[in-house]
Each structure stands twice: as structure tokens, then as C-alpha cells.
T-cell receptor, first 109, second 112 residues
Framework: DQQVKQNSPSLSVQEGRISILNCDYT??????FLWYKKYPAEGPTFLIS?????DKNEDGRFTVFLNKSAKHLSLHIVPSQPGDSAVYFC????????FGAGTRLTVKP | DGGITQSPKYLFRKEGQNVTLSCEQN?????MYWYRQDPGQGLRLIYY???????QKGDIAEGYSVSREKKESFPLTVTSAQKNPTAFYLC???????????FGQGTRLTVV
């Protein structure tokens, strides 16, 4: 039973536009949420996180939004750049840390 | 340099043999994790440990074993009971408070 779900396997965006990656979770015990970026054959790199007591966290071009009532979080990248092209994973933690299946983002020049 | 190190990067084993993957961190992190990634899929949690001498099963623990005798080390043994051991294995660590986890570069295990 997948506790963290990313239902869009891929997303293609034009350079300079906004990228929105979505993530849903089922376990209400999760109290910390994270986004990671990953390239093939490498370990994931941390991007941004949010505690369950907040609904928004911003770091430069990256903003994470959390809607606890909907058990939904999203990552906004503005403006998108070709270097952002990678697989993005959301993760949720309640002492453990579980990941979604990932969304492959392609930013076209 | 502080970090988390997995070795080796590539590992080949014959079917039926046990194999141990190494994971070492010098970040003074209490929590450590093992994940498995199959082609085109996400990261699935195998085992995790929040403190020395204690660990819990994740979602796909069958056929794997771990130990946590030292804070710095969390080795994963892939036993012959694991039906499909060929995969990319990732180790991670984090400090208390469920903050971000840092990942190693992974070990690609191929069983022939």
C-alpha cells in the first residue's frame, strides 16, 4: 500500500514558465515533507522541506505548499530552467521516510 | 569532508549467495535508512534505524537483514531469500527531528 503517491510520471514545461509537481499522501501521522531531485545512478539531492505546522515554505525559485486537510503537497518552480530537468521525488516522514514514485520534469529551452 | 559513503558502487554476485552492502556516515546522524530503486520506479524503504542497536522493517524487508552496532554504520545484507535482488540500493542518514536526509551515491547490485 503506497503511502506517498505522485500520480504524474512526467511533466514537460517551457523554460521560464512555472513547473508544478504534485504529491498526495495517506498517512495522517506524517509530520514532515520533503522534495528531492535525482539524476540516474546517483543519490537524491535534497531541495526543500516543510513541517506539518506550516502551509508554505519558499527557497529561491522553489516553493512547497502543504494542504493537510487534502493530504496534498506541491512543489512550484518559478521560473523553470533547463537545468531543472530531472526526476523529482516527494517524501514524507513520521520517523521513517517514504517516497513517491517520482515525476520526470523536462524543461524545454 | 562530512558525508555518507556507500561501497562498492557496482557489485556482482552469483545467485544464491548472500552479499553485504556497506553504508558509513560521519555526519553524527542518529537515523539511517536503506532503500531500493528498480528501473523507472521510486524508492522503496527496506529498513530504517533511528538509534544504535535498534531498527525497524520498512515496506519490503523480506530477504534483507541489517545491523546497527555503531552510529556510523548501517550495513545491509541481501540474502539468498530475496527473490529479485538485482537493483540500485541507496542508503541515507538524518539527524533527529526528521529533517532532511542525506543520501549516498548508491550501490548497483547485479545478481547473475
Amino acid at each position: 500500500d503506497q503511502q506517498v503517491k505522485q500520480n504524474s510520471p512526467s511533466l514537460s514545461v517551457q523554460e521560464g514558465r512555472i513547473s508544478i509537481l504534485n504529491c498526495d499522501y495517506t498517512n495522517s501521522m506524517f509530520d514532515y515533507f520533503l522534495w528531492y531531485k535525482k539524476y540516474p545512478a546517483e543519490g537524491p539531492t535534497f531541495l526543500i522541506s516543510i513541517s506539518s505546522i506550516k502551509d508554505k515554505n519558499e527557497d529561491g525559485r522553489f516553493t512547497v505548499f502543504l494542504n493537510k486537510s487534502a493530504k496534498h503537497l506541491s512543489l512550484h518552480i518559478v521560473p523553470s530552467q533547463p537545468g531543472d530537468s530531472a526526476v523529482y521525488f516527494c517524501a514524507a516522514s513520521a520517523g521513517d521516510m517514504r517516497f513517491g514514485a517520482g515525476t520526470r520534469l523536462t524543461v524545454k529551452p | 569532508d562530512g558525508g555518507i559513503t556507500q561501497s562498492p558502487k557496482y557489485l556482482f554476485r552469483k545467485e544464491g549467495q548472500n552479499v553485504t552492502l556497506s553504508c558509513e556516515q560521519n555526519l553524527n546522524h542518529d537515523a539511517m535508512y536503506w532503500y531500493r530503486q528498480d528501473p523507472g520506479q521510486g524508492l522503496r524503504l527496506i529498513y530504517y534505524s533511528q538509534i544504535v542497536n535498534d531498527f525497524q522493517k520498512g515496506d519490503i524487508a523480506e530477504g534483507y537483514s541489517v545491523s546497527r552496532e555503531k552510529k556510523e554504520s548501517f550495513p545491509l545484507t541481501v540474502t539468498s531469500a530475496q527473490k529479485n535482488p538485482t537493483a540500485f540500493y541507496l542508503c541515507a542518514s538524518s539527524s533527529p527531528g526528521r529533517t532532511e536526509a542525506f543520501f549516498g551515491q548508491g550501490t548497483r547490485l547485479t545478481v547473475v
